[in-house]
C-alpha cells in the first residue's frame, strides 16, 4: 500500500484506511450507527468491535495491496477527523477491470459536499491509479441525496435492480449507476 498517497480537497484529506485507523472508524460506526442502519445489512455484535474492525481493515489493506480493493477515509483538513469512509469493492480484473463504489459520511457533517468530493476523487483514483475501467453503484430508489451525489460525479443511471440487496431485513430494490473510463 502507498502510505504516501493522499489527496487534499478544499475540505477534507482522503488517504488508505489502515488498522491504526480501527478506533476511529469503530467510533464513526458507533455514532452512526442508528442512522445507518436503515441503508445497511444486518450486523452481528461482534461487528461494532474494535477487534472486528482492525480485522476489516487489515484485510481491506491487504486487498488494497493486490489490487482487489480499496478502502479510503475522509479527515477533515483542519483536525484530522475521520468524518467517513469511501470504498471500491468487487474488483473485478480481466476484461471487465470493474468496482462497487460505497460510501458515507457522519451525519454531523452531512450537506457539506465531502461525499461527492471524495466519490470524484476516487473515480480519478479508479480510472488513472487502479488501471479501472468502470465504477458502479447501487442506491436504494429513496436514497435522493446519494443518487444526487454520484449524478452530481458523472454518473449516469443503468437501470433498476430489483430485490438487489438486503437492507437492515429487507431485499430493496436499487437504481443503478455507472461510469466508465472514457466519460472522465
Known amino acids: 500500500m502507498n502510505n504516501e498517497l493522499e489527496e487534499v480537497h478544499s475540505s477534507i ?7 491504526e485507523h480501527a478506533e476511529a472508524l469503530l467510533q464513526l460506526r458507533l455514532d452512526n450507527r442508528e442512522y445507518m442502519s436503515r ?12 477487534e472486528t474492525q482492525h ?10 495491496e493486490q489490487g482487489i480493493g480499496y478502502t479510503f477515509g475522509m479527515f477533515t483538513n483542519d ?4 468524518i467517513g469512509r469511501i470504498e471500491m469493492s468487487g474488483v473485478s ?20 459536499g465531502y461525499a461527492t468530493e ?7 483514483f479508479a480510472f488513472r491509479e487502479a488501471g479501472l475501467h468502470r465504477l458502479q453503484a447501487g442506491v436504494m430508489t429513496w436514497n435522493m441525496p446519494s443518487s444526487r ?18 437492507i437492515n431485513g429487507n431485499w430493496e430494490d436499487h437504481v443503478l449507476y455507472a461510469i466508465t473510463s472514457e466519460e472522465i
Open 55 to 64: 480485522e476489516l481493515l487489515a484485510n481491506g489493506q491487504l486487498q488494497y
Open 39 to 50: 441503508y445497511d445489512p444486518i450486523r452481528p455484535e461482534h461487528y461494532w468491535t474494535i
Open 118 to 124: 471524495a466519490v470524484r476523487w476516487c473515480v480519478q
Open 13 to 19: 484529506v482522503i488517504r488508505p484506511l489502515t488498522p
Open 149 to 166: 451525489v454520484l449524478e452530481k460525479s458523472g454518473f449516469r443511471r443503468e437501470g433498476l435492480a430489483e430485490r438487489y440487496l438486503c
Open 79 to 82: 483536525t484530522g477527523q475521520l
Open 93 to 112: 480484473r480481466g476484461p471487465f477491470q470493474n468496482a462497487n463504489i460505497g460510501y458515507f459520511v457522519d451525519t454531523r457533517h452531512h450537506g457539506q
